[in-house]
């Protein structure tokens, strides 16, 4: 490494529980970890996202900022937003705009970089207190979660109306979030022991229990067969949900029950990976579903302290984090 200073389906189908000590494979091998220094200190960057023009844009949620890094110069570019705001999250679109998750002020932003002009579009309800994270559909548009008022909402961007579905359970706390090959929304319920899937056509949701009643799934990815895989936060379990048949399978992972697996990502081979954050220093673990292994483990050297969320960039094949060390953090993927 490199440190660089400057309900539905009531009745789920439940496969046995898998249990695999990490077991690596001939021809894999460990990403290489590289990370830089933000130079505003005890703020939080975290939710990174590489856009297409180079640049990797993230939030500091500690101190009402949107800022870019660009990796080839090292060189750091802050944009304040309103005190207050605790940005959460971040993505931007196709022509470089930047929306953020305005999580303590209940709206979600859109930054223009070239003119530094804010828009925000403020959420209907008055208990949709606090967007979390973001991710867009197909079709451009955003999904969100909102956790605290127990939402998950959709923004239709062209008209900027903003649709929310309430969670039938009480304190679920909606909040990883994607978007499926099919256009399904999947969302993990941080709250309780289930997921959400979402129809989009119908906006309509349904849950989805999981193995143990004392899972708490806190990040999801899919990879493209359709296949949801989440990190149980508090189990340190990855399990592997099935939509088409219902089943579910989980591994423990690496570090045990106590090793808190949190920010995740799938890449262009249908890996997964994920940082196990309850251990100093933080440990990126990769597993591959082809043959059903963990595959690399790989220390982050600043610490991590937590690593929150993590964005998979396919034409560079890298994942980029943030840590609670105050870091900007980038693996190239093998």
């Known amino acids: 490494m490199r440190f660089v200073n400057a309900t539905w389906a009531i009745s789920v189908v439940l496969s046995a529980l898998i ?5 690596g494979t001939a ?22 996202f590489a856009a297409d023009s180079g640049l990797v ?8 900022y949107v800022a870019s890094l660009d990796p080839t110069s090292g060189a750091f570019k802050r944009y304040e937003l309103e005190e207050g705001t605790g940005p959460h999250n971040l993505i931007v679109d196709a022509d470089g705009m930047v929306w953020y998750a305005g999580n303590r002020a209940a709206h979600i932003g859109r930054l223009d970089p070239a003119s530094g002009e804010i828009e925000k579009i403020p959420m209907p309800n008055p208990a949709a207190v606090d967007p979390h994270t973001l991710v867009f559909d197909a079709a451009g548009d955003i999904w969100f979660t909102v956790q605290g008022g127990n ?16 969670v039938p359970t009480r304190g679920a706390r909606p909040y990883g979030i994607k978007v499926a090959p099919d ?15 979402i129809d989009p056509a119908k906006m309509m949701l349904e849950e989805i229990e999981l193995v143990s009643e004392d899972a708490r799934p806190r990040r999801l990815e899919i990879t493209s067969d359709g296949i ?20 579910i399978d989980e591994w423990n992972v690496p570090g045990g029950s106590g090793s808190r697996p949190y920010g995740m990502a799938s890449d262009a081979k249908d890996r997964i990976w994920f940082v196990e954050t309850r251990r100093e220093p933080n440990r990126l673990i990769g ?22 969320h993590m964005h998979y960039r396919a034409a560079t094949n890298e994942v980029w984090f943030g840590t609670d060390t105050n870091t900007i953090g980038r693996a190239r993927l093998p």
Do not use: C, N
């Not at 021809?27 to 990174?48: F, G």
């Not at 256009?183 to 899937?197: E, P």
């Open 228 to 247: 949801v895989w989440y990190v149980d936060y508090v189990d340190g379990m990855l399990g592997r949900l099935d939509p088409k048949t219902g089943a």
């Open 151 to 166: 939402f998950v909402g959709k923004l239709t961007v062209k008209t900027r109306v903003v649709d929310l579905i309430e």
């Open 287 to 308: 597993f591959d579903p082809r043959t059903s292994s963990f595959t690399s483990s790989v220390e982050i050297e600043s610490g991590g302290g937590t690593v929150r």
């Open 19 to 23: 249990v695999l000590p990490f077991a």
């Open 183 to 197: 256009g399904t929304v999947w969302v993990a319920l941080f709250g309780t022991h289930k997921l959400a899937r």
């Open 27 to 48: 021809d894999a091998a460990d990403p290489v970890l590289e990370e830089w220094k933000v130079p505003w200190e005890r703020t939080r960057p975290r939710d990174p």
């Open 57 to 64: 844009w993230f939030v500091g949620q500690r101190a009402d």
